[in-house]
């Protein structure tokens, strides 16, 4: 069974951590997308230009993360991440993106220092998508997640094995 998340238990996760660092981060809003597809989570900060000062705008993550894609320690490992660019920028004010201030920071919070991501989704998670096969010998030449340019103008669009149309139909599949 896979686990779902709330956006209280990843709160809590960001609680824990900011315990640790005896660093809050409570106050800053969390959002979840659905159309974050190339990474799991974000932190966000704006600068006040007059003051040279970072504040916290909000921590973004990805819906797949809550759906039971990934295993708890993945979930833990992501959520942990983003709260060390939200130290980072918020308490020390500087920009560290995966440098080795940053790879510090990570190891001190027990996860590795990576800027990439090794997790996997787990094995049985599926995803709506939508499913291009050719139209002629039916081979499946990939599959969307989201509503792109290919998805709306299907017509301008060849398969490479016979070089016929294009068919779409809307799966669950194994990712």
């Known amino acids: 069974m896979l686990k779902t998340w709330t956006v209280e238990e990843i709160r809590e996760i960001l609680h824990e951590v900011g315990e640790k660092f005896n660093f809050s981060c409570d106050e800053v809003p969390i959002?979840?997308?659905?159309?974050?597809?190339?990474?799991?989570?974000?932190?966000?900060?704006?600068?006040?230009?007059?003051?040279?000062?970072?504040s916290p705008v909000s921590f973004t993550f990805t819906k797949d993360i809550l759906n039971g894609a990934y295993s708890e320690e993945g979930v833990r490992e992501i959520v942990i991440h983003e709260y060390i660019h939200y130290y980072i920028i918020i308490k020390l004010q500087e920009i560290h993106n995966h440098d080795e201030v940053f790879i510090k920071y990570c190891k001190l919070a027990g996860i590795p220092g990576s800027s990439k991501f090794s997790g996997k989704p787990v094995a049985g998670y599926k995803q709506s998508a939508y499913v291009l096969r050719c139209s002629h010998c039916g081979k499946m030449i990939g599959?969307?997640?989201?509503?792109?340019?290919?998805?709306?103008?299907?017509?301008?669009?060849?398969?490479?094995?016979?070089?016929?149309?294009?068919?779409?139909?809307?799966?669950?599949?194994?990712?």
């Open 143 to 175: 599959y969307k997640t989201r509503k792109t340019k290919i998805i709306k103008n299907i017509e301008k669009y060849r398969s490479n094995c016979c070089y016929a149309g294009i068919t779409i139909s809307k799966e669950e599949i194994a990712i």
């Open 31 to 54: 959002f979840i997308s659905t159309r974050m597809t190339r990474r799991l989570g974000c932190f966000r900060a704006k600068i006040n230009y007059e003051t040279s000062k970072y």
